[in-house]
């Protein structure tokens, strides 16, 4: 069954340090989404990709953070430098192309900002 | 601005007991998606309503759409310990194509 991969599992990082995220979606998903979830809450959507362009970012904290899909496949999600409130589960999910269609998520990557 | 509201936060049943969620949104949604997140996995898909009003079941789960589309409800007959989970909610406001989740429902299942 596809899958959305994520790496890595788990990322312990010292503040001000920079740290990455990949995403590598299902096959053929066009939409590519990246999400932050902090315990007890909803995921909240950072960036949305439609294909290579990114559709929404409006979320997501440009001072620090960055994304791309530079080929419209996989993606990574950069943040630099980490600060002590960055803790949280990083998820990324997939869709196929068109609104409203259901997202796949990927098993997440739980970053702790010591 | 615009949010997707979810109640109640958390839900303690007996095993066989029945659960609801329920998800309420300050404008009208395109759609409504539910998923489920066990602890410690990731959110998966459980279902999409569009309609006005449409009710759509799986087995012992029952989905509503409001009629204004601004509201939905899970309900979960007989609830067993493998229905454990936060479930939640996401839909696009007003036609946004960004999906917007709510807080979830955990629910707790004592055997």
């Known amino acids: 069954e596809a899958e959305v991969a994520q790496s890595p599992r788990y990322k312990i990082t010292e503040k001000s340090q920079a740290v990455a995220f990949w995403c590598d979606p299902i096959?053929?998903?066009?939409?590519l989404y990246w999400y932050r979830q902090i315990l007890g809450q909803g995921p909240e959507l950072l960036v949305q990709?439609?294909?290579?362009?990114?559709?929404?970012d409006s979320q997501l904290p440009k001072d620090r953070f960055s994304a791309e899909r530079l080929k419209g496949v996989d993606s990574t999600l950069k943040i630099q430098p980490a600060e002590l409130g960055d803790s949280a589960m990083y998820l990324c999910?997939?869709?196929?192309?068109?609104?409203?269609?259901?997202?796949?998520f990927g098993q997440g990557t739980r970053l702790t900002v010591v | 601005g615009q949010q997707v509201m979810q109640i109640p936060q958390y839900q303690h049943v007996q095993e066989g007991e029945d659960f609801t969620t329920y998800c309420n949104s300050s404008?009208?949604?395109?759609?409504i998606q539910w998923y489920k997140q066990r602890p410690g996995g990731h959110p998966v898909f459980l279902i999409q309503?569009?309609?006005?009003?449409e009710v759509k079941k799986q087995k012992r789960l029952t989905f509503q759409f409001g009629e204004a589309k601004k509201n939905s409800s899970l309900h979960i007959t007989a609830t067993q310990t493998t229905d454990v989970g936060t479930y939640f909610c996401?839909?696009?406001?007003?036609?946004?194509?960004?999906?917007?989740f709510g807080r979830g429902t955990s629910l707790i299942v004592h055997p």
């Open positions: 999910a997939s869709s196929l192309a068109g609104f409203y269609t259901e997202a796949f």
């Open positions: 096959s053929g998903h066009a939409t």
């Open positions: 990709f439609q294909d290579e362009s990114v559709v929404d």
């Open positions: 404008t009208t949604l395109s759609n």
């Open positions: 309503l569009v309609k006005s009003g």
């Open positions: 996401a839909g696009h406001p007003g036609g946004s194509y960004i999906p917007t």
